[in-house]
């Protein structure tokens, strides 16, 4: 490869023509999308939080 800087231009200049084409999303739709994964990204961690005390629980009532 004699000449990298020309192929990391290249590069460059078709993956800015890539995300030309691509749809992209409205502020308020990618304000809601994010407020809808942290809702059940809480939601997860509490329900996960909830068997892990369940059965900390259980184990150190019966087994210890």
């Given at each position: 490869m004699k000449k990298?800087?020309?192929a990391v231009w290249t590069f460059l200049k078709e993956?800015?023509?890539e995300l030309q084409k691509v749809s992209w999303?409205?502020?308020k739709q990618a304000t809601n999308?994010?407020?809808v994964v942290i809702a059940?990204?809480?939601v997860s961690?509490?329900?996960v939080g909830g068997?892990?005390?369940l059965f900390t629980f259980l184990v150190?009532?019966?087994l210890l």
């Open positions: 990298p800087f020309l993956a800015k023509g999303l409205s502020r999308f994010t407020i059940l990204s809480l961690a509490a329900f068997w892990d005390y150190n009532k019966f």
